[in-house]
């Protein structure tokens, strides 16, 4: 389903829940399908570019992380909330990205339950190698909105997080 057909269905879609549903805060509920569907548009977008390049978006994402990180090392934990997957799924990234050569996994010196994830030179050499390959396509990917209006977007989401954080405490602290 292309982006155009599936905001149509949610504007055509969107009056029979209200009406369905009229307690429903129908603001809040197009927003956040609004945001499934860009998060669906984001990973038909870019996964036959990571595709060409044998890497999935998340894990080149962990890639770039490493490299970026002062030593070139990081917890799975660590990773897993900064690419912003379960744990559980990134463990199955590590997997790919060890049995490919491009991380290795060693016991962290003052805890031995816990791992440290470091770069491999291969995996250096993986990131650098991609990086020209996906640059286009990111590009491409915000490419209708202005200077301005990226911007904007981006000061948005940021402020959107923030509120998830702020809800989020709001339902514990209830419970």
């Keep these: 389903m292309n982006g155009q057909l599936r905001l149509s269905k949610i504007a055509s879609s969107t009056p029979r829940m209200a009406k369905a549903l009229p307690g429903m805060p129908m603001d809040g509920t197009v927003m956040v399908r609004l945001l499934r569907i860009c998060g669906a548009g984001l990973n038909d977008f870019f996964e036959p570019a990571f595709r060409a390049v044998g890497l999935s978006e ?87 909105l202005s200077p301005d209006e990226f911007a904007v977007l981006g000061k948005l989401i940021r402020r959107l997080i923030v509120s998830f954080d702020k809800g989020a405490a709001s339902i514990e602290a209830a419970a």
């Design 58 to 144: 998340h894990s080149f994402h962990v890639l770039c992380l490493l490299l970026a990180s002062e030593n070139g090392s990081a917890a799975p934990s660590e990773l897993s909330e900064m690419v912003g997957t379960s744990r559980s799924n990134m463990t199955r990234i590590l997997e790919e990205l060890q049995r490919d050569g491009w991380i290795e996994r060693s016991v962290a010196p003052r805890d031995a339950r816990r791992h440290t994830i470091s770069i491999t030179p291969q995996g250096r050499d993986k990131v650098r190698d991609t990086v020209p390959q996906i640059a286009g396509p990111i590009r491409r990917a915000f490419s209708d």
